[in-house]
């Protein structure tokens, strides 16, 4: 396995070198100067020679790139433009809520996902199975600032059950905070529960077609003993995989779900900042969140290597 | 049904015989056309989106306001004979900015798509053909765009370049690519090692000839699905964008800009906010069910 790792980690450095590059690289795709983009066309010159010097953009590409990687490496972000705040004390303020948020959706999605994927697996072509492709194409397709917007109609507009908007820390209150994040938990969650729930009946599915399942059936084992015991430990692999692999899908509809419900998360943090041209956080926030999915990627890979030794030897 | 399967059975093969000698994707359209029609949500889809565009192209003719004329002695009013959906805070008939809205999506689906498609065989195909440090580089470059989340990538790209269609379209394109690139690669990897390649080669087949004749037309089914599948998520990465405001800017009428202006009137007419998402949801579930469904239908082991 050790020989596997350093493998793994060594393949992906260039891909983090490429990334942070491109992180950086997008203040050089803004138009014009940069500074005066960012400040406004109203501020006065000396304003912008000064930003100019601050983000070194006076200097050539390499040059930046180096100072602002060496800067990263080390923890230190640079300070936002809007409230001259450090970007990684911003972040650090910010991650518990988007963590939250990722956690209770991916919670949601495994508990609707997993057993309705099972029913569609097992009653293969039947009118169960048709529903459940109906169904999680549905999810897959629902664009989710619009459940968002219908989950609030319903349930704040309507009903009047559930507050619109708003964020209360978890230490501070547990009611009023899952009060406040049971629809974007939802918003975000029906969305993986759609891919959760293809990839349980998929995987199932070929599970269930293999010798040792009809050899479990041939012994006269129940058949949700056969589901429960020998499929489902097979089966679940690749879903646990397919999860892992939608850390990028939670990030961006976590800047969705978090614009719409007010949750001061990382995603809220990036819209703020995409909006108010602020790009010393956006980089940060970009290169961020392209790091955990990396890191998450990495880790399902790792996962997958140790639970078949085929690919750490092939 | 089984009368149907009969008759779409016949059509394929009629469309077979009817193309030239040596048209390498016939027998493709043919089993396309067959299996469509059997595949029940593929075939809803496919009307589905037929419908769409039926809507986009028609768009002057299908509704009887201007999507930009402003009547600001009828605004935000709820839906009527008049005014079947409604009008927006600007007094702008709803139902007709919803009509003219399928262009936008149309076209960011469609044409996004198209060049992701283009820019991703290409390097696909140099990647999987030409190997080497060539594949190394493309493919770690590709790795690269696929670590950033999609939504967040093109947001950023799109604030960077700047606000409007044109530029929400590039960062989709942008977004779009790589999985054309490593989709065709893979497909490469395994097609240029089969016999027919290697015999092609043999008799003196340039690499033009090898990649055009005999590598593209055994790699355009998942092509296809691909294809399918990315319009259906180009939409709904053109909506967002519109809804937070970097996308399609007023007073072009977009699915997404108008849920975002919906979205501020949502307690006093929430039927604003109901349309134009029922409208994305509808096209890109329409596109789904057809890449379902073609999936399906060329990949002999999902039947």
């Known amino acids: 396995m050790g020989p596997f790792i350093v493998k793994r980690l060594v393949s992906a450095l260039p891909v983090l070198f490429l990334v942070s590059f491109a992180a950086f690289s997008l203040l050089w795709l803004v138009p014009g100067d940069a500074a005066v983009v960012m400040l406004g066309p109203d501020v006065d010159p000396a304003t912008v020679v000064a930003l100019r010097r601050d983000l070194g953009l006076d200097r050539s590409l390499l040059a930046q790139y180096g100072t602002w990687l060496g800067r990263t490496l080390s923890g230190d972000f640079g300070k936002s433009l809007r409230d001259n705040r450090p970007i990684s004390a911003a972040v650090g303020d910010r991650l518990p809520a988007t963590i939250e948020l990722s956690l209770l959706a991916m919670g949601i999605a495994l508990v609707l996902g997993i057993p309705a994927g099972i029913a569609a697996a097992v009653r293969r072509g039947g009118w169960l199975d048709l529903a459940g492709s109906v169904v999680s194409l549905s999810g897959v397709s629902m664009p989710s600032f619009w459940l968002a917007i219908l989950l609030i109609i319903l349930f704040s507009v309507v009903l009047g059950w559930l507050p619109p908007s708003g964020y209360v820390p978890l230490r501070e209150s547990v009611a009023m905070n899952l009060q406040l994040m049971i629809m974007p938990a939802v918003t975000l969650g029906l969305w993986l529960a759609a891919a959760v729930m293809r990839q349980t009946r998929s995987s199932v599915l070929e599970v269930l077609m293999l010798d040792y399942v009809r050899t479990a059936r041939a012994k006269g084992a129940h058949e949700l003993c056969v589901i429960g015991r020998h499929v489902l430990k097979n089966a679940l692999i690749p879903v646990v995989t397919t999860i892992g692999l939608q850390t990028g899908r939670l990030a961006g509809g976590a800047v969705i779900t978090e614009t719409i419900f007010g949750i001061p998360g990382i995603g809220r943090l990036a819209m703020d900042s995409l909006l108010a041209r602020d790009f010393p956080v956006i980089q940060a926030v970009v290169l961020l969140m392209a790091l955990a999915v990396l890191t998450s990627n990495l880790l399902v890979d790792l996962a997958y290597a140790y639970l078949d030794p085929r690919i750490r030897y092939g | ?303």
């Open chain 2, 1 to 303: 049904m089984a009368e149907a399967g009969l008759k779409a059975a016949d059509v394929g093969m009629d469309m077979r015989d009817e193309r030239p000698a040596g048209w390498p994707w016939a027998g493709l359209c043919a089993s396309l056309v067959f299996h469509v029609r059997k595949h029940r949500l593929g075939a809803l889809g496919a009307v589905g989106v037929v419908l769409v565009v039926f809507v986009a192209i028609f768009a002057p003719v299908l509704s009887r306001y201007d999507p930009n004329a402003q009547d600001l002695a009828n605004v935000l009013l709820s839906p009527s004979a008049a005014h079947v959906l409604g009008t927006d805070d600007l007094g702008r008939d709803l139902l007709g900015r919803l009509v003219f809205g399928a262009r936008v999506s149309l076209q960011a689906g469609v044409v996004t798509v198209f060049f992701a498609m283009l820019a991703g065989i290409t390097l696909g195909l140099l990647g999987g053909f030409v190997g080497g440090w060539v594949d190394e580089v493309l493919m770690r470059l590709m790795d690269a765009v696929l670590a950033f989340p999609g939504l967040v990538l093109a947001l950023a790209i799109s604030a960077a370049l700047g606000q409007g269609l044109g530029n929400a379209m590039v960062a989709i394109a942008i977004v779009s690519t790589p999985q054309f690139a490593r989709l065709t690669r893979g497909q490469v990897l395994a097609v240029k090692e089969f016999e027919f390649v290697a015999a092609a080669r043999a008799g003196g087949a340039s690499n033009r000839r090898l990649i055009f004749l005999h590598v593209l037309p055994n790699i355009t089914s998942p092509i296809v699905v691909q294809c399918v599948l990315s319009v259906a998520n180009a939409i709904i990465v053109e909506a967002s964008l519109s809804f937070l405001g970097v996308g399609v800017q007023p007073p072009t009428p977009s699915w997404g800009a108008m849920l975002r202006m919906g979205y501020g009137y949502i307690d006093m007419a929430p039927w604003l906010s109901v349309a134009p998402g029922l409208a994305i949801f509808a096209t890109v579930l329409a596109f789904n069910f057809l890449g379902d469904g073609v999936q399906d239908v060329l990949d002999p082991r999902r039947r």
